[in-house]
């Protein structure tokens, strides 16, 4: 059958709006996966890993007679997703999923964690009523009633998984720095992380380059979570947009303008 192309184009249209309303099915896959450990298990079992020896040591009720299919679907999403490889032998790690074990030094579960939680979700879902609010908000105020940091300051279970999510974030970028960006730091002295969350990425540069005296400078109850330790390293906590002579930050950096928008 020879289809016309004003059918062609409809039927790809279809196809591709299908398509966009699926698209979180990926993401939701991915946090079920980590969810299940999925990647840990199939890492510590050392060698592809069978559909039945997966199911067998996923923590989940494996009574039901359903949860091999299911997980079998679960793990074709994900390796159509460039997450595991299935061999005749079973499933297998790629380099992608290797980044999300758990002891992994620059795990990316915390992110997973922090961007697919209902709290940074649920703004997406109220991204048209902020637009036609018409305010100077964020879609994160009108989801929630209050901006995120102060959503973080109110609280402690939040504001650990975004320090955390935002931590290992910076893992990679502080050991491309240290090991191939030195001429950067060539010269310098001192150097504050303005916005340095619990002071990863200092911590990292303070190691690496003891010479110079590092300062993290964020949000009191941010600072209040960060143990000192390092020689070169100074917490403090404020707020960079309260200007304020006293204050540590702008006697610092008195000249420096900054941009809410930056953050
Ligand atoms: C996107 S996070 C970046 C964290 C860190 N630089 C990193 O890359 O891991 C922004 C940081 O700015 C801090 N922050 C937000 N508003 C601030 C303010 N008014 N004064 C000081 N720090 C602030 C937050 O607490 C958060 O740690």
């Known amino acids: 059958m020879i289809l016309e192309k004003k059918n062609r184009e409809a039927l790809a249209a279809q196809a ?14 991915l946090k079920c996966a980590i969810q299940l450990g999925i990647p840990d298990i199939i890492h510590s079992h050392g060698r592809p890993m069978t559909l039945s020896d997966l199911v067998d040591a996923l923590p989940i009720n494996n009574n039901n007679a359903k949860a091999q299919d299911c997980v079998y679907r679960l793990m074709r999403i994900l390796i159509h997703a460039g997450f595991f490889i299935q061999e005749d032998e079973g499933y297998l790690l790629t380099p992608t999923s290797r980044l999300l074990l758990k002891d992994e030094p620059m795990s ?44 973080a300051e109110k609280e402690p279970k939040f504001s650990g ?10 893992q990679l970028v502080a050991s491309v720095m240290t090991e191939h960006c030195k001429g950067v730091f060539e ?14 990425l200092a ?16 949000l009191p109850h941010v600072i ?4 000192e330790g390092i020689k070169n ?11 304020n002579d006293d204050h540590y930050f702008w006697k610092t950096k008195k000249s420096t303008r900054l941009d809410k928008t930056l953050l």
């Open 108 to 151: 990316m579960i915390p992110l997973l964690q922090l961007q697919l939680d209902p709290i940074m979700m649920n703004p997406w879902h109220y991204l048209s009523k902020w637009l036609q609010n018409g305010d100077s908000s964020t879609p994160f105020v009108t989801a929630h009633g209050k901006p995120l940091y102060e959503y």
């Open 187 to 200: 010269g310098l002295k001192s150097l504050m992380d303005v916005g340095g969350g619990n002071g990863t």
């Open 233 to 243: 390293l100074t917490y403090v906590g404020g707020d960079m947009f309260k200007s």
């Open 224 to 227: 209040e979570e960060c143990d």
């Open 16 to 29: 591709h709006i299908w398509n966009q309303i699926i698209n979180f099915i990926n993401s939701m896959s």
């Open 161 to 170: 998984l975004f320090n955390e999510a935002m931590a290992s974030d910076s």
């Open 203 to 218: 911590k990292a540069f303070a190691d690496a380059f003891p010479q110079i005296n590092f300062t993290v400078f964020d």
